[in-house]
């Protein structure tokens, strides 16, 4: 199952989106999708260069994309990785293909952080909730 939506997926320019009742497995599908572009278990996900899965729960209002990625990403911060070297990928300056893994739609609050959900053609995003 999860190699046929992950192909699916990795064809798709504009994006998708996870709707369901709560308790479905929609955040536990997108931190799998990751994990598996993560141990190369996906081969269709190699489309990407970086997959980042973002939980809305925790975003803060006015803060940067880039900040809300390190600071959920244990590795990041490890790797003392640095906002503009994020904000680079993100903007399509490095010409690296992104999947953005927006988990949580459904508890973030409109308008709470507006740049968050601005479309990039550089980048593809997935949204649960």
Not at 10 to 38: C, E, I, P, R
Not at 45 to 69: N, R, S, W
Not at 100 to 105: E, F, N, R, V, Y
Request: charged share 25%; glycine share 10%.
């Amino acid at each position: 199952m999860w190699d046929n939506l992950a192909y699916q997926w990795a064809y798709l320019d504009l994006g998708f989106n996870f709707a369901g009742q709560g308790g479905v497995g929609k955040s536990t599908s997108m931190k799998h999708l990751a994990l598996s572009w993560a141990d190369g278990d996906s081969p269709e996900l190699t489309k990407f260069d970086f997959i980042f899965h973002v939980a809305l729960k925790d975003v803060k209002k006015d803060v940067p994309l880039e900040e809300i990625i390190i600071a959920q990403h244990s590795g990041l911060k490890a790797n003392k990785v640095q906002p503009e070297e994020i904000r680079s990928i993100l903007e399509g300056e490095t010409n690296s293909k992104v999947l953005l893994l927006l988990d949580g739609h459904d508890e973030y609050k409109t308008g709470q952080n507006p740049a968050l959900m601005r479309p990039s053609k550089k980048r593809a995003c997935g949204t649960a909730g």
